[in-house]
């Protein structure tokens, strides 16, 4: 079984929280880390903007990337999330096995 992570950069950590635990709730991740305060500079309809974000580390199988990503944008506030995928080379079995255990 392949495994993945996914980061999606959110506006604030309350939007992100919820976004979170819907991902959860509904099994198409495992676990979502939020990491606050980072700072996103970026190009975004011809300006460079430097905007404070919150960044979601998700953990999934990669079979669920599709539909996580679907559901993702139905929640997320910006037009043009950021949703990219990393693979997970390695890892603890017995983390991967838990991770396995409780997503679709």
Known sequence: MDFIVVL?????????????????????AACVNII??????YSWEGKIEDDREVLMVIKTKKDLFEPLKKRIQ???????PEIIALPILA?????????GDVTL
């Open 74 to 80: 139905e929640m997320h506030p910006y037009s043009v």
């Open 36 to 41: 606050r305060d980072i700072r996103s500079i």
């Open 8 to 28: 999606v950069t959110a506006p604030d950590e309350d939007g992100a929280a919820k976004m979170a635990e819907t991902l959860v709730e509904e099994r198409f």
């Open 91 to 99: 890892g603890s079995p017995d983390y991967l096995r838990w991770l």
